[in-house]
């Protein structure tokens, strides 16, 4: 069976350019314009995934406030928000409610659909038996690959899927310096170098929350970034 999508936006067109285009890639898409909609459909059947616009008609925060129902529902069912905002408040609000992926409509559609991809393949994941040559440990820092979870002494950090891989693609050889092309590429993306910046700018921030002396990710002016010991 097809999985299906739930798409929570509230612009008609856009909505309708979405719905298309999931349901090309076979993809079931059930599709609402607001919370209330949105939330009543959840409390009778969940999605297999579901992509919210944070700004929802009369309600700034009604992306949210939908969020933080689905993880009451389901703590594995994966959520994108999906949005115009791009600031490190609502992205850190947003996975801090339980989202796993957090993206801007300036993205392309194959970047979008990859996403997608990446999330239902961690779900699939997260039920198989842990290998544990797919467990990468550096220092304080624990990776499990298989999974796609993180870990900064024995404390959970909530990466995106594209953080993940960029983080991956640095402690893969540490001390090593990554160019923002090969970030970009192993991270499945194709952004511009300001974006590749703001997403270093916000994995360093998910580190020094949880510890201040956090200083490991490491600019090299005019190269690129490294995993430093």
């Known amino acids: 069976m097809p999985k299906t999508i739930a798409l929570v936006e509230d612009d008609a067109a856009i909505r309708e350019n979405y719905i298309m285009a999931l349901k090309a890639q076979g993809y079931s898409v059930n599709a609402f314009e607001d919370r209330p909609s949105a939330a009543e459909a959840f409390n009778h059947t969940l999605p297999d995934l579901a992509i919210i616009d944070i700004g929802l008609k009369d309600e700034i925060e009604g992306g949210?406030?939908?969020?933080?129902?689905?993880?009451?529902?389901?703590q594995t069912l994966p959520i994108i928000f999906f949005t115009a905002r791009d600031n490190?408040?609502?992205?850190?609000?947003?996975?801090?409610?339980?989202?796993?992926?957090?993206?801007?409509k300036d993205i392309s559609m194959a970047h979008l659909l990859a996403r997608i991809a990446a999330l239902f393949r961690r779900t699939d994941l997260l039920a198989a038996p842990t290998d544990q040559k797919d467990e990468l440990k550096v220092g304080d820092l624990k990776v499990d690959v298989s999974r796609m979870t993180v870990s900064w002494q024995n404390q959970p950090v909530l990466l995106t899927v594209t953080e993940f891989w960029m983080l991956h693609a640095l402690i893969k050889r540490p001390g090593h310096v990554k160019s923002r092309q090969q970030l970009m590429d192993e991270s499945r993306m194709v952004v511009d170098d300001t974006t590749i910046t703001s997403h270093i700018k916000r994995m360093r921030k998910k580190f020094v929350q949880l510890d201040s002396n956090f200083d490991h990710i490491d600019t090299v002016y005019g190269m690129g970034y490294r995993w430093q010991l």
């Open 64 to 74: 949210f406030m939908l969020c933080q129902q689905l993880r009451g529902l389901s």
């Open 88 to 104: 490190d408040v609502d992205t850190i609000s947003g996975l801090r409610m339980g989202a796993d992926d957090y993206l801007t």
